[in-house]
């Protein structure tokens, strides 16, 4: 079983940035593809990022490609987002999840572990 816990949400100014942890529990942690999801208020969740296992494969959503950077430290169990030049519609609660598999995923069903979330807001 895979715990993960979320950090570093807050508010932050449009055009400014912030850094998303995503600590996770257990010893396998790099056989996991890592995925970081979104939702709005009112909104469905949506894929944002996903990172291998090994970190050498990424994948992003249109709207954040270039302005996002998502990376992994397997020494220490943990992902990142890095997020910058915020917009204000980026504006939601952040969801890190793991899914054991051997390539990258962004459908939220088939991903298996989920985190609390933390909340992004930006303010216009």
């Known amino acids: 079983q895979v715990q993960l816990v979320e950090s570093g949400g807050g508010l932050v100014q449009a055009g400014g940035s912030l850094r998303l942890s995503c600590a996770a529990s257990g010893r396998t942690f790099s056989t996991y593809v890592m995925g970081w999801f979104r939702q709005a208020p009112g909104k469905e969740r949506e894929f944002v990022a996903a990172?291998?296992?090994?970190?050498?494969?990424?994948s992003y959503s249109d709207f954040v490609k270039g302005r996002f950077t998502i990376s992994r430290d397997n020494a220490k169990n943990t992902v990142y987002l890095q997020m910058n030049s915020l917009k204000f519609e980026d504006t939601a609660v952040y969801y890190c999840a793991a899914a054991r598999l051997g390539f990258i995923i962004t459908v939220p069903s088939l991903y298996q572990h989920w985190g609390q979330g933390t909340q992004v807001t930006v303010s216009s």
């Open positions: 990172i291998s296992g090994s970190g050498s494969t990424t």
